[in-house]
């Protein structure tokens, strides 16, 4: 089985095949492949499984359809996609400190340390998702998305996690 961490960052997963858009200094583990999740160096539906944590925020709400259309043509037909990343509404719903509301609600601001390009909730990654032709497009419990199944590194309350499939 042929696993894929699209977005991996300072989270580098054993066992997966890990992709970033670049690297950095303090990382412990760099990416195993650098390049855009838009133009991806990797044979046609080549993965069983892929993962995309905390990705889909930073790039452009309308260019996501492309982006998941590049992951489509890597991943085999049937293959599950697991999508997890901020979620406005829980952060409220959950309480979380006035940094992390201010760091999800800052889309398009770059001097916000995390670069969101829209402001993330569940439903907004649903659509876009379904929008992009995934299939069985479904929000699942942040709690059920865990090692060793996927990489996730943190189920904290304010993510929102979506389940799909090729």
């Known amino acids: 089985m042929k696993l894929l961490n699209i977005g991996s960052g300072p989270h580098y997963a054993e066992g997966w095949v890990n992709l ?35 990705l889909l925020e930073h790039l452009v709400y309308d260019k996501i359809p492309e982006a998941i259309a590049e992951v489509r043509r890597v991943s085999k037909p049937g293959s599950e996609i697991m999508v997890v990343g901020p979620c406005l509404e829980l952060a409220k719903k959950t309480n979380q400190p006035t940094w992390l509301l201010k760091d999800i609600e800052a889309h398009g601001d770059t001097n916000s340390g995390f670069g969101h390009a829209w402001t993330p909730t569940e439903s907004l990654t649903v659509d876009i ?20 199944r996927w990489p996730n590194p943190t189920t ?6 979506v389940q799909a499939f090729v």
């Open 156 to 161: 904290a309350p304010w993510q929102c996690a």
């Open 129 to 148: 998702l379904k929008r992009s032709g995934l299939n069985n497009v479904k929000a699942v419990n942040i709690s059920t998305v865990t090692k060793p």
């Open 20 to 54: 970033d858009l670049n690297t950095h200094e303090d990382w412990a583990k760099q990416a195993d492949v650098i390049a855009s999740v838009y133009d991806m160096p990797f044979e046609n539906e080549e993965f069983d499984r892929v993962y995309m944590g905390h």
